[in-house]
């Protein structure tokens, strides 16, 4: 992480957590682990393609899947992710 770049604002209904990469630092980060003590960490994970691809995956298909249920699965690609809105298309 890079420390002058990141930084945290705090109000009565929310928490922002700002983090930067440091230089030299590459690639998406795909989750992260939050919570009230390091003993008892939830974990997260940020909008990406794979993780919305896993989250419906396993929305469609719960338990271990045959060959023949996986293969009829549909597929799924994000379009668009902004602060507001993520936009997934299905087929």
């Known amino acids: 992480l890079l420390s002058p770049e990141s930084s945290v604002s705090i109000s009565a209904h929310n928490a922002v957590v700002r983090l930067a990469k440091a230089p030299g630092s ?20 940020f909008v990406s393609e794979e993780n919305v691809d896993g ?30 809105r993520i936009q997934i298309r299905v087929e």
């Open 26 to 45: 590459t690639g998406l980060w795909d989750k992260f682990s939050f919570g009230l003590e390091p003993s008892a960490l939830q974990e997260g994970l």
């Open 55 to 84: 989250f419906l995956g396993s929305a469609f298909c719960p338990s271990p899947c045959s060959q023949s249920a996986r293969e009829s699965q549909p597929l799924i690609e994000v379009l668009d992710v902004t602060e507001d």
